[in-house]
C-alpha cells in the first residue's frame, strides 16, 4: 500500500475508532474526542501490529506492557476533568500514547516509567511526533515526582493495590487522581479527588491492568 494511502487509511480507522468505539459508548468530552482523532496511535505501537491498533482491545508494547483499549484510555481522560493550565502527572509511560495525548490536553506532563527501553522509545516517538511540553523520567512511579508537584491531576496506568500515599499527598488542593486499585486479577477503576486535604472516592467501573510495581505498590518478581 503507497504511503499516501496508508495515512488515509489510518485517518479513517481513527475515525471510525472515536465514533463506535468512544461516542456511541458514551465519552461526551469533546476535546478528549478531538485529541483521540487527531493523535496517530499506530505511531505508538511496532509495525506488526499496526493493522489491529485501532481495534477494541489492548495491544502489547513488550517488557510485559500493552497500551490499553481506547475506550479505557478515553474513560481515564474523561474522569480527569483536565483544564489545558494543568500540570500532570502519569504513571506508567508506555509507549507514549496515552502521554501523547495529555501533552496537547493540558499544559505540561511529567512521565513516569519504570522499563528505560519503553522510556527511551516513548521519549524518542514524543520527540519526533513534536511534542515539547513532556518530561519523561525513569524511576519508581508509585512514589510519584515529589520535585516536580504539586499537580493538578495524575492518572496512574496500572493497577496498586490502595492508593499510593505519596500520589495523594502531591496531588493539588482540589486535585483529581485517576487509579485501578485491586488484586492483581481485577480492580476497580477509581477517581480520587483531594478535598480538604481528604481522599473523595468514586468508583467508575471494573477493570483489568497490569500492576504498578514500585514501593507502594506491587513488588516484582
Partial sequence: MAQGSQIDSYVTQRRSMVESQLRARGIRDERILAAMLHVPRHEFVSEEYRDQV?????????????????????????????????????????????TALLAGLTRQVYSVERHAALARAAQATLARLGYTNVEVLLGDGSRGVPGRAPFDAIVVSAAAPQIPPPLFEELREGGRMVIPVGPPHAQELQVVRKQASQPVVTILEGCRFVPLIGSEGYHSG
Avoid: F, K, N, R
Wanted: net charge negative; charged share 15%; glycine share 12%.
Fill in 54 to 98: 485501532y481495534e477494541d482491545h489492548p495491544i502489547p508494547i513488550g517488557e510485559g506492557q500493552t497500551l490499553s483499549q481506547p475506550y479505557i484510555v478515553a474513560v481515564m481522560l474523561e474522569a480527569l476533568a483536565l483544564d489545558p493550565a494543568d500540570a500532570v502527572l502519569e504513571l506508567g509511560t508506555g509507549s507514549g500514547y496515552q
